[in-house]
T-cell receptor, first 112, second 108 residues
Framework: EPEVTQTPSHQVTQMGQEVILRCVPI?????FYWYRQILGQKVEFLVS????????KSEIFDDQFSVERPDGSNFTLKIRSTKLEDSAMYFC??????????FGSGTQLSVL | GIQVEQSPPDLILQEGANSTLRCNFS?????LQWFHQNPWGQLINLFY???GTKQNGRLSATTVATERYSLLYISSSQTTDSGVYFC??????????FGAGTILRVKS
């Protein structure tokens, strides 16, 4: 089965530092998402991306967050100045039209 | 926004037992999916089921959209079925709203 690939699997950073999380979507998928899951809690939507622009974002996705698809393959999530409360598992997910959502294996972000 | 509620919150089964997990949602949906999060944290899509019934091996799911609920059936459970089961629904657009999950533990 095709896979969504995420790197790194773990990221430890100091508060205030910038982090970039990377995702390689499944090749024929058109819709890209970032979700996050704080330890022990439900999975929360952050942002959806289609046709090279943000189509929807949550209240969590404030000015500290940004997404881009710089080279037509990778899909990135940048957090400009990390806070302690940004510590979570971040999942990339992709799908085609009217199809099930495929998740990557996640990046565990720890902000110290 | 749409509310997604799952029950039960926790479930312990003996290996070989059957179980039913329920997902209620507050509005009409055009997209309902079930996921299994394994002990390593991976989210595996089990079903894309906006309506009707689907089966995949020992798992099956039914969504009754008009009554705003979906059920996930696990038959002859195995220890590898342990983990957290999430349902997630889309009201409009493509944003999936997740329920809080059912934690399943299957004992050998």
């Amino acid at each position: 089965e095709p896979e969504v690939t995420q790197t790194p699997s773990h990221q430890v950073t100091q508060m205030g530092q910038e982090v970039i999380l990377r995702c390689v979507p499944i090749s024929n998928h058109l819709y890209f998402y970032w979700y996050r899951q704080i330890l022990g809690q439900k999975v929360e939507f952050l942002v959806s991306f289609y046709n090279n622009e943000i189509s929807e974002k949550s209240e969590i996705f404030d000015d500290q967050f940004s997404v881009e698809r710089p080279d037509g393959s990778n899909f990135t999530l940048k957090i400009r100045s990390t806070k302690l409360e940004d510590s979570a598992m971040y999942f990339c997910a992709t799908h085609t039209d009217h199809e099930k959502l495929f998740f990557g294996s996640g990046t565990q972000l720890s902000v110290l | 926004g749409i509310q997604v509620e799952q029950s039960p919150p926790d479930l312990i089964l003996q290996e070989g037992a059957n179980s039913t997990l329920r997902c209620n949602f507050s509005d009409s949906v055009n997209n309902l999916q079930w996921f299994h999060q394994n002990p390593w944290g991976q989210l595996i899509n089990l079903f894309y089921i906006p309506s009707g019934t689907k089966q995949n091996g020992r798992l099956s799911a039914t969504t009754v959209a008009t009554e705003r609920y979906s059920l996930l059936y696990i038959s002859s459970s195995q220890t590898t079925d342990s983990g957290v089961y999430f349902c997630a629904a889309v009201l409009g657009g493509n944003k999936l709203v997740f329920g809080a999950g059912t934690i399943l533990r299957v004992k050998s």
